[in-house]
């Protein structure tokens, strides 16, 4: 797939030579209330940003004529997660309420669009997201809302790929 991005809200310009991120930033919804580069993280900041995250996968879908996402390798921690016990086909809109929790870390699993698209998400709060095309409209609304989108292969594509043949 030729169209893959990294979405995060992490500046580039703060990654090391690694390309690991090197600046002090909150990364998980559990972080709200800690005090993170002079300013304590609110449930309202953090909700800004986790939405801004789904609209850009929304968009990006959208603009890629994705109508349904199938979940992979579903994870559920603890009582979270019960609506998607079967996995299986879901719509967009059931897509992005996957997507709430696996931001939250209350759920992990691989959205995918077999050979079509994928949606990934990673620690850290780390989204990817590959489409068929550029989507550069849905890049740039994502870039609005404050996120950076980089061309960038998802890591878990490679372990997608195994657990397929391995099965």
């Known amino acids: 797939m030729k169209n893959q991005y990294r979405v995060t809200k992490y500046a580039p310009s703060l990654r090391d030579a690694t390309g690991a991120y090197a600046g002090e930033d909150w990364t998980s919804q559990s972080d709200i ?7 304590m993280l609110s449930e309202a900041e953090y909700l ?18 994705i109508e349904s ?7 559920r921690h603890g009582a979270a997660g019960g609506g998607f016990l079967r996995g299986g086909n879901l719509s967009i809109a059931q897509s992005l309420e996957f997507a709430r929790l696996a931001l939250r ?3 992990w699993g691989r959205l995918v669009a ?4 994928y949606v990934h998400f ?3 709060y780390y989204m990817y997201i590959g489409v068929p095309s550029k989507c550069e409209r849905s890049i740039a ?3 609005d809302l404050g996120l950076f ?18 099965r």
């Open 33 to 39: 209330g800690r005090v993170f580069d002079g300013g």
């Open 48 to 65: 800004k940003v986790e939405n801004s995250y789904l609209s850009a996968m929304e968009n990006s879908l959208d603009e890629a004529g």
């Open 69 to 75: 996402l199938e979940l992979k390798g579903l994870e």
């Open 105 to 107: 870390e209350e759920v």
């Open 114 to 117: 077999p050979g079509r698209a």
């Open 122 to 124: 990673g620690y850290d």
């Open 141 to 143: 609304i994502a870039r």
């Open 149 to 166: 989108v980089e061309h960038f292969r998802s890591p878990y594509l490679r372990q997608a790929a195994f657990k397929e043949v391995a």
